[in-house]
């Protein structure tokens, strides 16, 4: 029996909603940015009720209660034991990825990242004076993917560093301890760092346990680097909080100088009580909306069996991005967008985005009401059913 409900719809129009808000029609559905349609944990919405209530906003501070929550936090969930000097806190996820680059790099540095992947590495690397390594990964036909790691190994031999995305964003892949070690062992050789974006990491399905990459990070001697954040999971992103952690002291001072560089030094009060909240008072919330988004995407996985064969959906390991293969309409991914928006009034987002290997995808945001779900389902299958030749 679920402690909570995620079935409320909430109007998030003129709420300054990114997702909603950028569409021109009202009548389109978005199901596009990662952000999830339901309130965050009631345990987060009173903390910052109280926050707002002292009425004063001014420079944070961060306190020790912030590092402790964290620290239990990642020892009760995964039992990894953090040493809270080794955390320095920031403002989000993708400055935090742009300061370790910053930090750790030189440009003209190649940087691996493993294609399709979220978009922002390249704007990261690309900003930094970097040039992008694109491992990119084996598609199966039963839509699941794996690691080319002869490919790795060729593109480590003059690398500098390598973004891991764990779990991985969009091919919803939660890698296992065998896949995590054999990429530590192939960096370790080679002397590429591994950045390790764990931002997914709370939501896995049944049968697929996030395991730190620090794990094998620590077996097998790789230098490495995680960044982490509660915004997924507790759909938070605008408290805009994140945490960079690297039990090397030589790194991590490279990252703090590369921080306060970026002037990403500062984060506001509501990220730090909405963190503490999250940690010490969120994970029943967090378990009830685990099982509400399996259930959403083992509805939208048997939609797409059962209405639209052709289109091949990537088992969902975690996250609560659906990602499809259009390949029979023959079309690019930006066109079949196009077409879902303009004549199916969804908006999705492309494949091509994700780089090399995205072209011919979409990736679809699963992380709302079961009844906008299936509405916008729907209006998918109007769509891509028209465009299989």
Known sequence: MQNYSFDEIIDRRKSNSYKWDTPTDEETLPMWVADMDFKTAPCIIESLRRRVEHGVF???K???DYYKAIVDWFMRRHDWAINPEHIIYTSGVVPALSAII?????PGDKVIVQTPAYNCFFSSIRNNGCLLAANELTYHSDGRYTIDFENLEQLSHDASLMILCNPHNP???VWKHAELARIAEICRRNNVIVVAD???C???YPGHDYIPFAFVAEEVGVAYVVTNSPSKAFNTAGLQIANIITPDAAMRSRIDR????????????????????AYNDGEIWLDDLKAYLHTNYLYARNFFREKLPRFTVSPLEGTYLLWVNCSP??????????RLEEDGKVMLSPGSIYGKGGEHFIRINLACPRKILKEGLSRIEKVLSQLVP
Do not use: Q
């Open 202 to 204: 709370e939501l896995t």
């Open 329 to 338: 309409t023959g079309m690019d991914s930006d066109e079949i967008c196009r």
């Open 258 to 277: 590369a921080i306060n560089d970026n002037e990403v030094c500062d984060v506001n009060p509501f990220g730090v009580v909405g963190l503490i909240a």
């Open 171 to 173: 091919g919803g892949r």
């Open 58 to 60: 001014g420079y944070t």
């Open 62 to 64: 961060v306190p020790a």
């Open 198 to 200: 764990e931002i997914h």
């Open 102 to 106: 910053k930090g750790l790099t030189r």
